[in-house]
């Protein structure tokens, strides 16, 4: 390849010969050498987070530990019941200054809401197969 | 020291591997010359160029458990320098000389040294960082192609092509009587003092 070379002797031997000064400034080598006594190697570093992951990874088994000792019932044995038709609860008959209090109006309101949501959830949610067979 | 010249590189890296810091450091003393004076023709700039050399070993201590002991270590410490000098070069390309940035020795220097500083600076100019850096390594570090092409993750034959258009592209822009500071006005890069 160096037969090949496009580049005149005079050029290559240039390209040669010394640079003027390029060693680094007094001292550098002292600051590398300590900078490198003091640097973390990769090993340690690549691995400085196993330590917490593994914490980690063991309290959240531990907290999953009730969960999943928990029996679950099988799926061909839930029963859905049909919703049934929303039960309106007759409004107690407010008297005028009821309404005139906004906080209390309201705290009815959120009230109702809860009831209805409630009553919805318990109607709705698969529930266990009844071992009388009253259902 | 407890590391003697007869050892070679290979049982340093894989002492190193194992754990030895010494180890590390006789490598770092050996490679560290090398590779701050092509840092520093790359970046032209003193202080970039200890920066970088730092950065180079250090890097190479984190990455030192990627090494194949079996395989020459200055090609892979050349290979992070190059990266390191290439994001740095991309930020703020060096158009200064040699020269103009590097305080000269009050020693006299010869002549041809400071003609070899113009010619790098040349090339730096002109050159891409690959094809500057296949210069360097093989011109004067003595590197093979194939340590050449490991250096800039290339294939050999890739290498010989980046290597044959760099010195086409030197040989395009050599005009003596506009680099050589012994052909052209000395005011421009006569050393400082």
Sequence with gaps: MKNNDPLSKSTVDLLRAPLPDTAPRPGFETRLICNLKTASTGNTRRFSWLPFAAAAVLIALLAALPLLQTPTPAPSNLTTNPPPPPVETPRPVLELDHFAIPLRKEATALTDTATRAGQFLIHCLPSLPDPEGTL | MPFPDDKSDADLARAAQA????????????????????????????????????????????????????????????????????????????????????????????????????????????????????????????????????????????????????????????????????HRNATAIQPTS
């Design chain 2, 19 to 182: 754990g030895s810091r010494e180890a590390f450091g006789e490598l770092t003393l050996r490679h560290y010359p090398a590779v701050h004076a092509f840092l520093l023709s790359l970046l032209a700039n003193r202080t970039d160029a200890e920066d970088l050399t730092q950065d180079t070993f250090l890097r190479a201590l984190t990455k030192l458990h990627h090494f194949d002991p079996g395989q020459p270590f200055r090609p892979w410490v050349f290979t992070l320098a190059r990266r390191l000098a290439i994001t740095r070069w991309r930020r703020h390309k060096p158009t200064s000389t040699l020269d103009d940035s590097i305080p000269h020795p009050h020693a006299p220097t010869p002549q041809s040294a400071h003609d070899a500083a113009a010619l790098w600076s040349l090339a730096r100019e002109h050159l891409k960082p690959n094809e500057f850096a296949a210069l360097w390594l093989f011109y004067r570090e003595d590197l093979p192609v194939k340590d050449i092409a490991r250096v800039l993750k290339k294939s050999e034959a890739n290498a010989k092509v980046i290597l044959h258009r760099a010195r086409t592209t030197l040989r395009e822009h050599l005009s003596p009587e506009s680099w050589l500071p012994s």
